[in-house]
């Protein structure tokens, strides 16, 4: 192994290590241009095109271990016998834990976002390792420690497990009809009705009613998930591949019954998360269990197989979506439910149906969700959860009825776009969808297609253009921050949010460098580590204007703190003048009584705040397919997009996040699908292989653009960006595969076979 | 145990490994250069990406022993325009493909001016394709990125590539 690294001096690699104090050896002296708004290079560019970007499982440690899991091969069940010997016997095992010996560890909290945001963090209420019962498919039954990676996977696969088999069912379609309506929570809307939705569509004079089905989503972050975890006596540090750091290190407290404050967590660089990595998955709690039993630093990286059985994916969906429309066009009637299962032990309803309250000024609307539990492994959050499978079957449908009608469907969008939302009247804070549509016509060349579908064939491809509406609401989470400002003008930021790839380094290094008057180059910001000012989850998009709230705020206090400066002079001309060598401000309190406090103010603000207004991002999707008329295979060959999303901070990093939901939205429409095995809820296709991602054949020039128009009742009008560029994206593909084809198809994927 | 000698980014490594060890698995695990990545270890999303005497692979689906005595390039060992290129087209998020992409692109382009056709490649006698964008992202599609940075990527390997 290679040089030591101790665990306590892991500032550096969430640092983005810039040039400050080279380039700004000096104070200013001309104030520093903006640098929000501005094409900035990402600051953690340099160590990614290097190789020196640490992720979890690269952080050298003296006398390293690795684990590696047995996987249950039964759907529902329990463990009768467990046979370890094999396993044990081979050279350089260190030890194979099971229930039989694991210690207790604490049950999981059931997660209730009421009582505790934190609660949420539980994957399952499973007590893996504590229990003999097997719940899923895939469920870690064994943890082998050995000297290297190779040694643990052979050991771990030579562990044999005798099961009692329970009985059981993981058959979506078998057990649809036992679904019961989902209640209603703090964090999303399950059912609404506004009139009478069902009377208004039976009087309609053009309707459509449909059925839409998506299949199971893996989020298929190119990281897979990775622990090392270190017990130095009772304290626990933990390299995660972690979306929410501080939701995971008080779950890792909870469960080993140590104090939050001996727990700390890592997690600088993070390889994708989307979702994946906002819960926390059972690989995390056994290596940090492996390194208790073993009393060795311990590693393990799930192979991509092990995410499969172990990590939860997206919801499967039936949704009904029907629409009523006077014969100009008007919407009178929108009803929209799903259906959706989650495990038995856990799981993440999204809110498929959300965008039936916000998308469509009909008169009447109903909406509504069931759920059921399956025997399968939780689900959990993916990128735009709810929206993006959701806004699939009502675009879709828009567009049916838009044929129905002989409408334009932007022209039949056009004509229902709200001047309040829909379901509830209250004011939107910001919402542009008209221009989104008026640009990216203009942008795409809409007003040439030819209306009737197969019209546009060129040579043996059948060309169609399709379009579709974009929405995803805007949140905001609390954030803790602390800023510091020398008399060089040097600016340092400090709190544990997360970087995947969002660029929220960057992103809030430009709002810091102008809060503070000091350039770009002269910020500092430490982040993805637990012994900072307490960041946001990285979820709901909400991540860069939640930390950028708290920032700004702090900033001001900061400047208040130093004082006025002279005509002319900096704040940090005025520290030197002054004699003062830094200045610091705190947003946010650490201790256990201040975050609750906090927590509770910050619940409260932010819920009057969306008691008034709506707030979300939305957009228009405009895209162009090819299908070979003879083998029915589809391509997308243009896309342009228009983006209502407030202001953008960093137009580089930022149009790479709309860009990467379109692609993976582009996944979802044409071939994306996990295979469930309904009979013994395996995962049938565990792999890159057989899970197919858009690569670089798939995905065209994508054209995105946006309004940058701030939204008023946003931390400097940035509303998110994350989320929103998924949405609609499969519904403008299907939409443009019935202008090619004439074919209507409901299932996703959108595969050849269903062409033809 | 197998004595094996690799020279890594132009200096001599030996290394005493199992048979069944991979070059991907040597590299981050028993020379602790974890710049070279693994995503998937059985050949599907090249991010373990090197080259070998010039030529990429996928160093997950080598072993270690396969490679005695040839000379293993890693994005440690990357001194090219590429890497600016990506940086400036923004050619990555999360940055955990990236490697195997600029090493992917290293090889891919030494293979285009050697004249290898692609599988869109329509002329195949003549002095060989025009490196266009579709040459790019079809030659370039054994490396998967799942934040959607595909067209940085191919802006930035268009941009080394010269006209």
């Given at each position: 192994?290679?040089?030591?690294?101790?665990?306590?001096?892991?500032?550096?690699?969430?640092?983005?290590?810039?040039?400050?104090?080279?380039?700004?050896?000096?104070?200013?002296?001309?104030?520093?241009?903006?640098?929000?708004?501005?094409?900035?290079?990402?600051?953690?560019?340099?160590?990614?095109?290097?190789?020196?970007?640490?992720?979890?499982?690269?952080?050298?440690?003296?006398?390293?271990?690795?684990?590696?899991?047995?996987?249950?091969?039964?759907?529902?069940?329990?463990?009768?016998?467990?046979?370890?010997?094999?396993?044990?016997?081979?050279?350089?095992?260190?030890?194979?834990i099971t229930h039989l010996d694991a210690p207790r560890?604490?049950?999981?909290?059931?997660?209730?976002?009421?009582?505790?945001?934190?609660?949420?963090?539980?994957?399952?209420?499973?007590?893996?390792?504590?229990?003999?019962?097997?719940?899923?498919?895939?469920?870690?039954?064994?943890?082998?420690?050995?000297?290297?990676?190779?040694?643990?996977?052979?050991?771990?696969?030579?562990?044999?497990?005798?099961?009692?088999?329970?009985?059981?069912?993981?058959?979506?379609?078998?057990?649809?009809?036992?679904?019961?309506?989902?209640?209603?929570?703090?964090?999303?809307?399950?059912?609404?009705?506004?009139?009478?939705?069902?009377?208004?569509?039976?009087?309609?004079?053009?309707?459509?009613?449909?059925?839409?089905?998506?299949?199971?989503?893996?989020?298929?972050?190119?990281?897979?998930?990775?622990?090392?975890?270190?017990?130095?006596?009772?304290?626990?540090?933990?390299?995660?591949?972690?979306?929410?750091?501080?939701?995971?290190?008080?779950?890792?407290?909870?469960?080993?019954?140590?104090?939050?404050?001996?727990?700390?967590?890592?997690?600088?660089?993070?390889?994708?998360?989307?979702?994946?990595?906002?819960?926390?998955?059972?690989?995390?709690?056994?290596?940090?269990?492996?390194?208790?039993?073993?009393?060795?630093?311990?590693?393990?990286?799930?192979?991509?197989?092990?995410?499969?059985?172990?990590?939860?994916?997206?919801?499967?969906?039936?949704?009904?979506?029907?629409?009523?429309?006077?014969?100009?066009?008007?919407?009178?009637?929108?009803?929209?439910?799903?259906?959706?299962?989650?495990?038995?032990?856990?799981?993440?309803?999204?809110?498929?149906?959300?965008?039936?309250?916000?998308?469509?000024?009909?008169?009447?609307?109903?909406?509504?969700?069931?759920?059921?539990?399956?025997?399968?492994?939780?689900?959990?959050?993916?990128?735009?959860?709810?929206?993006?499978?959701?806004?699939?079957?009502?675009?879709?449908?828009?567009?049916?009825?838009?044929?129905?009608?002989?409408?334009?469907?932007?022209?039949?969008?056009?004509?229902?776009?709200?001047?309040?939302?829909?379901?509830?009247?209250?004011?939107?804070?910001?919402?542009?969808?008209?221009?989104?549509?008026?640009?990216?016509?203009?942008?795409?060349?809409?007003?040439?297609?030819?209306?009737?579908?197969?019209?546009?064939?060129?040579?043996?491809?059948?060309?169609?253009?399709?379009?579709?509406?974009?929405?995803?609401?805007?949140?905001?989470?609390?954030?803790?921050?602390?800023?510091?400002?020398?008399?060089?003008?040097?600016?340092?930021?400090?709190?544990?949010?997360?970087?995947?790839?969002?660029?929220?380094?960057?992103?809030?290094?430009?709002?810091?460098?102008?809060?503070?008057?000091?350039?770009?180059?002269?910020?500092?910001?430490?982040?993805?580590?637990?012994?900072?000012?307490?960041?946001?989850?990285?979820?709901?998009?909400?991540?860069?204007?939640?930390?950028?709230?708290?920032?700004?705020?702090?900033?001001?206090?900061?400047?208040?703190?130093?004082?006025?400066?002279?005509?002319?002079?900096?704040?940090?001309?005025?520290?030197?003048?002054?004699?003062?060598?830094?200045?610091?401000?705190?947003?946010?309190?650490?201790?256990?009584?201040?975050?609750?406090?906090?927590?509770?103010?910050?619940?409260?603000?932010?819920l009057r705040e969306q008691r008034r207004w709506m707030?979300?991002?939305?957009?228009?999707?405009?895209?162009?397919?090819?299908?070979?008329?003879?083998?029915?295979?589809?391509?997308?060959?243009?896309?342009?997009?228009?983006?209502?999303?407030?202001?953008?901070?960093?137009?580089?990093?930022?149009?790479?996040?709309?860009?990467?939901g379109i692609v993976m939205g582009i996944g979802q429409?044409?071939?994306?699908?996990?295979?469930?095995?309904?009979?013994?809820?395996?995962?049938?296709?565990?792999?890159?292989?057989?899970?197919?991602?858009?690569?670089?054949?798939?995905?065209?020039?994508?054209?995105?653009?946006?309004?940058?128009?701030?939204?008023?009742?946003?931390?400097?009008?940035?509303?998110?960006?994350?989320?929103?560029?998924?949405?609609?994206?499969?519904?403008?593909?299907?939409?443009?595969?019935?202008?090619?084809?004439?074919?209507?198809?409901?299932?996703?994927?959108?595969?050849?076979?269903?062409?033809? | 145990?197998?004595?094996?000698?690799?020279?890594?980014?132009?200096?001599?490594?030996?290394?005493?490994?199992?048979?069944?060890?991979?070059?991907?698995?040597?590299?981050?695990?028993?020379?602790?250069?974890?710049?070279?990545?693994?995503?998937?270890?059985?050949?599907?999303?090249?991010?373990?990406?090197?080259?070998?005497?010039?030529?990429?692979?996928?160093?997950?689906?080598?072993?270690?022993?396969?490679?005695?005595?040839?000379?293993?390039?890693?994005?440690?060992?990357?001194?090219?325009?590429?890497?600016?290129?990506?940086?400036?087209?923004?050619?990555?998020?999360?940055?955990?493909?990236?490697?195997?992409?600029?090493?992917?692109?290293?090889?891919?382009?030494?293979?285009?001016?050697?004249?290898?056709?692609?599988?869109?490649?329509?002329?195949?006698?003549?002095?060989?394709?025009?490196?266009?964008?579709?040459?790019?992202?079809?030659?370039?599609?054994?490396?998967?990125?799942?934040?959607?940075?595909?067209?940085?990527?191919?802006?930035?390997?268009?941009?080394?590539?010269?006209?």
């Amino acid at each position: 192994m290679s040089s030591p690294h101790s665990p306590g001096t892991h500032a550096e690699p969430g640092t983005h290590p810039g040039p400050a104090g080279t380039r700004s050896a000096g104070v200013p002296a001309e104030p520093a241009p903006a640098a929000v708004g501005r094409a900035v290079d990402r600051v953690d560019a340099p160590a990614k095109v290097t190789g020196r970007a640490r992720y979890a499982a690269e952080f050298p440690y003296e006398d390293l271990a690795w684990a590696a899991f047995t996987y249950a091969t039964v759907t529902r069940g329990r463990i009768t016998a467990i046979d370890t010997a094999a396993a044990s016997a081979l050279p350089g095992v260190i030890a194979v834990i099971t229930h039989l010996d694991a210690p207790r560890m604490k049950p999981s909290p059931k997660p209730n976002p009421i009582r505790s945001m934190e609660s949420m963090a539980t994957a399952t209420s499973v007590d893996y390792l504590n229990t003999p019962e097997v719940h899923w498919n895939g469920q870690p039954v064994a943890v082998v420690v050995a000297e290297d990676p190779e040694t643990a996977a052979h050991a771990a696969e030579s562990v044999a497990v005798t099961y009692e088999v329970l009985p059981h069912s993981a058959d979506f379609a078998a057990e649809e009809r036992h679904a019961v309506p989902q209640r209603n929570s703090v964090i999303q809307h399950a059912s609404g009705t506004k009139g009478d939705a069902d009377a208004a569509l039976a009087a309609a004079p053009v309707s459509v009613d449909l059925r839409f089905t998506t299949p199971r989503h893996h989020h298929n972050a190119l990281e897979p998930h990775a622990t090392t975890a270190v017990w130095d006596g009772g304290r626990l540090t933990v390299h995660d591949g972690t979306q929410n750091i501080h939701w995971l290190r008080s779950q890792l407290a909870t469960k080993f019954d140590v104090p939050v404050g001996d727990v700390r967590v890592l997690a600088p660089f993070v390889g994708g998360g989307f979702g994946g990595k906002s819960m926390v998955w059972p690989g995390t709690i056994l290596t940090a269990l492996a390194a208790r039993v073993t009393g060795r630093p311990v590693r393990a990286a799930l192979t991509r197989e092990g995410v499969y059985r172990s990590v939860g994916g997206r919801q499967p969906s039936v949704q009904r979506v029907a629409i009523g429309a006077e014969r100009d066009g008007g919407l009178t009637a929108l009803i929209h439910t799903s259906t959706a299962p989650m495990g038995k032990v856990g799981g993440a309803p999204e809110q498929i149906t959300s965008v039936a309250r916000h998308m469509y000024g009909a008169e009447h609307i109903r909406h509504r969700q069931y759920t059921l539990g399956l025997d399968t492994l939780s689900t959990t959050n993916m990128r735009a959860p709810g929206e993006s499978i959701g806004s699939f079957a009502m675009e879709a449908a828009v567009d049916e009825l838009a044929y129905e009608l002989g409408l334009d469907p932007v022209e039949l969008r056009l004509r229902n776009e709200p001047s309040s939302n829909p379901i509830d009247g209250k004011p939107f804070a910001h919402r542009q969808l008209t221009e989104c549509f008026a640009n990216g016509a203009s942008l795409f060349g809409w007003p040439a297609r030819s209306f009737e579908p197969r019209s546009m064939r060129e040579g043996s491809s059948l060309v169609g253009w399709g379009t579709a509406a974009a929405y995803h609401p805007a949140w905001q989470l609390p954030a803790n921050v602390t800023v510091r400002l020398d008399a060089r003008g040097r600016a340092l930021v400090r709190c544990a949010f997360h970087e995947m790839g969002m660029g929220t380094a960057t992103a809030q290094s430009q709002i810091a460098a102008d809060a503070l008057g000091v350039p770009f180059e002269a910020v500092t910001v430490e982040y993805g580590d637990s012994g900072l000012p307490t960041g946001p989850g990285a979820g709901g998009s909400a991540q860069t204007a939640s930390v950028a709230s708290s920032l700004l705020e702090a900033c001001e206090k900061l400047k208040k703190s130093i004082g006025t400066p002279r005509e002319g002079e900096s704040y940090a001309q005025l520290l030197a003048r002054t004699g003062r060598d830094h200045a610091e401000a705190v947003v946010g309190s650490e201790t256990r009584v201040g975050k609750r406090v906090g927590q509770v103010r910050f619940t409260a603000k932010y819920l009057r705040e969306q008691r008034r207004w709506m707030k979300a991002a939305c957009g228009a999707h405009f895209c162009e397919v090819r299908v070979d008329a003879d083998t029915g295979e589809a391509r997308v060959t243009r896309w342009v997009a228009v983006f209502d999303v407030g202001r953008v901070v960093n137009a580089k990093t930022a149009a790479s996040q709309l860009r990467g939901g379109i692609v993976m939205g582009i996944g979802q429409a044409l071939t994306e699908q996990t295979l469930l095995d309904p009979r013994t809820g395996r995962i049938m296709n565990p792999s890159l292989s057989e899970y197919h991602v858009p690569v670089h054949a798939d995905v065209p020039r994508i054209d995105v653009s946006w309004l940058d128009d701030p939204d008023p009742t946003m931390p400097l009008g940035i509303v998110g960006v994350g989320e929103v560029g998924i949405t609609g994206v499969a519904g403008a593909v299907a939409n443009a595969l019935h202008h090619a084809t004439g074919r209507r198809l409901r299932d996703l994927p959108l595969t050849l076979e269903k062409l033809l | 145990m197998v004595e094996v000698r690799l020279r890594v980014n132009g200096t001599a490594r030996e290394i005493d490994v199992e048979p069944q060890v991979s070059l991907l698995d040597a590299l981050r695990e028993r020379l602790g250069m974890t710049g070279t990545k693994k995503g998937c270890d059985q050949g599907a999303c090249g991010a373990c990406t090197v080259l070998a005497d010039g030529e990429r692979i996928c160093s997950c689906l080598a072993l270690a022993v396969q490679y005695d005595g040839r000379e293993i390039t890693t994005i440690e060992g990357v001194d090219h325009p590429l890497q600016a290129a990506f940086t400036e087209h923004d050619g990555f998020q999360c940055g955990y493909c990236t490697p195997g992409q600029i090493c992917s692109a290293i090889g891919m382009l030494a293979e285009h001016k050697a004249g290898a056709p692609s599988a869109v490649t329509e002329e195949l006698d003549g002095d060989g394709a025009e490196l266009t964008d579709d040459e790019i992202r079809e030659r370039m599609s054994g490396n998967l990125c799942r934040c959607g940075a595909y067209n940085g990527i191919v802006d930035a390997v268009r941009e080394v590539a010269g006209p």
